[in-house]
């Protein structure tokens, strides 16, 4: 049972993950899509050399096809994979190939709720990837994910139930305030934060917060210790 917490722009920001014991830290590829916080492939690698082995280090994509999905892992050595699915999804060749650059490479894919066919799509999804992240789609928006709101918890626990051994994380909205009745709720393998342990500079961008980072892990904790 893991935390997860996005987007990671610097290696400060990954420093306050790392020493608040966050298990998986995910960091959005720049490659022309408009990922919010997204990052050069230099600053990328800076990022995860400087979290080694002390977390499970994620690579953010969206994109239109694998070609830019394998050059960022052949260079990076990503330990997940995480595919938005904005525009391409993920698929059985794409865990091969993955697999030809690294075998410990894992698949995440991620799945919009609500979003037409949703549980159909989980069950082919978990079928061959290591994880799903279930996401927030916000009114007006098309991506998934980054819509700082919640939904409707009880998808997520159908899904869980649902998918067998696939490992499930659950995000959306979560921050301190209500990650740990999300776990209660949902029983999720994971729960993933973004907007909710971030608070707004005056330019109007994001930055992550250290106090709301180790309050979700603490929380998050708390709530995993008891459904066990």
């Known amino acids: 049972m893991i935390t997860q917490v996005y987007s990671i722009h610097d290696v400060e920001e990954a420093r306050m993950c790392v020493d608040a014991g966050v298990d998986h830290i995910g960091v959005a590829l720049k490659n022309g899509y408009a990922c919010p916080r997204e990052v050069e492939l230099d600053g990328i690698k800076e990022i995860f050399d400087f979290i080694g082995n002390r977390a499970k280090k994620v690579l953010i994509v969206v994109s239109p096809g694998p070609k830019e999905v394998l050059e960022a892992v052949e260079v990076l050595r990503p330990d997940i994979v995480h595919i938005c699915g ?20 894992e698949l995440m894919q991620a799945i919009g709720i609500p979003t037409p066919g949703m549980e159909e799509k989980a069950k ?6 290591d994880y799903l992240i279930l996401d927030s789609i916000r009114p007006g928006l098309t991506s998934i994910g980054v819509a700082g709101v919640t939904h409707d918890w009880s998808v997520d626990r159908h899904i869980v139930e649902i998918v067998g051994k696939c490992k499930v994380i659950m995000a959306g909205g979560l921050g301190p305030e209500n990650v740990y009745d999300a776990i209660k709720t949902v029983r999720p393998f994971g729960v993933d934060s973004f907007t909710k342990t971030s608070v707004k500079t005056p330019d109007g961008d994001t930055k992550k917060d250290e106090k709301l980072i180790r309050k979700f892990v603490l929380e998050s904790q708390k709530a995993f210790a008891e459904i066990k």
């Open 86 to 105: 904005n525009y391409y999804e993920a698929t059985p060749e794409l865990k091969e190939q993955l697999h030809a650059i690294d075998p410990k490479i």
């Open 124 to 129: 082919y999804f978990s079928s061959f990837c």
